[in-house]
C-alpha cells in the first residue's frame, strides 16, 4: 500500500482534479493523508463532502496552523500507515494507473536497504515528460538523487520514499519560518549513499500555478533565510565550499536588491552562526 500525501493551502478551487484522479486509479490499494495548512477558503467543507462519499480509499483530514509544507510532511510521515509515501501537489494530479505502477516498482526495491524507493516521471498536460526521458537503456535505472544528472534524468520526478527512512530524515523546523526547500532531505538521503529506482513511466501531471512555491521561489527563499543556509550548507558538504559560496554569494545579492544592505548583513551573521 501506499500513502499518498498533500499539503494543500487555499487550493479548494482545484483540488477537484486530483480528488478525481485518485478515484480513477486502476488500484485502490493506497489512502490519501491531507494536511490542511492553514486554509482559510472552503477547503474544509470540500473534505467534509468528499469524506461523506462512496469510494475505495481512505482519506485521513486534518488541519494545522499555516507553517509550510515541510512541516506538514513531517506530520503525515508520522501518520502514514503504510511503507511507501508519495508526495503529490494539491494543484497536480495522477495517471489512472500511477498507484498501481508505483506498488508493482515499490515491491522490487521494498526489502532492499540500499534503497530509498522509487520514481515514475513527471509530465505535462500532454504527458510528455518534464525534463525529458533521460538515458533509459532498460525499463529503470537505479541511481542516487545526486547522480541524475549522468543520465539526463533532469526536472522533478515523481518519488516514492520508504516511509521508514523519512522518519530518519526529518525535514529541519525553524522559529517563524514556513518554508525550506525539498532537496534538503532528498540530497541528504542521496548523499547517505541511498538509491532509488527511477523507472520510465509518466505516472504525475503537473500544472505550476501562480500562487505555487515554485512561481514565488525568490521571494519565499528571502523571507526564510535559516532554511536556505541550511541546503547551503548541505551544498558546502557535497559539493564543496566554492560552489556553496557563488550560491550564497547569489542569494546575499537578491537580499541586497530586494531588501537592502541590513537585511543582507543580518543574513550574514546569521549564516556564520549557523556555520560555526
Known amino acids: 500500500m501506499i500513502t499518498i500525501f498533500t499539503s494543500t493551502f487555499n487550493r479548494a478551487y482545484c483540488l477537484d482534479k486530483l480528488y478525481i484522479s485518485l478515484k480513477r486509479q486502476t488500484s485502490s490499494d493506497f489512502e490519501w493523508v491531507v494536511i490542511n495548512d492553514g486554509s482559510t477558503d472552503n477547503t474544509r467543507k470540500l473534505f467534509k463532502e468528499w469524506t461523506k462519499e462512496e469510494r475505495k480509499f481512505q482519506i485521513i483530514y486534518d488541519e494545522v496552523k499555516n507553517g509550510g509544507k515541510h512541516r506538514a510532511i513531517n506530520k503525515a510521515v ?5 511503507d511507501a509515501f508519495f508526495v503529490v501537489d494539491s494543484d497536480d494530479y495522477l495517471t489512472d ?3 498501481e505502477n508505483a506498488n508493482y516498482w515499490f515491491s522490487t526495491i521494498k526489502n532492499l536497504e540500499e534503497f530509498a524507493g522509487v520514481s515514475g516521471l513527471r509530465g505535462d ?17 537505479d541511481c542516487t538523487n545526486l547522480q541524475r544528472g549522468e543520465y539526463n534524468l533532469w526536472g522533478n520526478k515523481a518519488e516514492i520514499y520508504k516511509t521508514s527512512l523519512l522518519k530518519q530524515y526529518p525535514f529541519p523546523e525553524f522559529e517563524n519560518e514556513n518554508f525550506i526547500t525539498e532537496a534538503v532531505v532528498w540530497d541528504k538521503i542521496a548523499k547517505d549513499g541511498y538509491k532509488i529506482r527511477w523507472y520510465n ?6 500544472e505550476y500555478l501562480n500562487d505555487g512555491l515554485s512561481a514565488n521561489l525568490a521571494d519565499i527563499t528571502m523571507n ?9 550548507n548541505l551544498l558546502e558538504s557535497i559539493y564543496g565550499k566554492n560552489q556553496a559560496d557563488l550560491e550564497r554569494l547569489e542569494f546575499y545579492q537578491n537580499i541586497i536588491k530586494y531588501r537592502g544592505n541590513d537585511a543582507a548583513l543580518k543574513v550574514i551573521k546569521m549564516a556564520a552562526q549557523m556555520r560555526d
Open 125 to 141: 498536460k500532454a504527458f510528455s515528460p518534464i525534463g525529458g526521458y533521460g538515458h533509459f537503456e532498460n525499463d529503470f535505472i
Open 97 to 99: 494507473d500511477a498507484v
Open 201 to 206: 513511466r509518466v505516472i504525475y501531471i503537473c
Open 78 to 82: 508520522r501518520m502514514a500507515s503504510s
Open 224 to 232: 526564510n533565510p535559516k532554511g536556505y543556509l541550511t541546503y547551503l
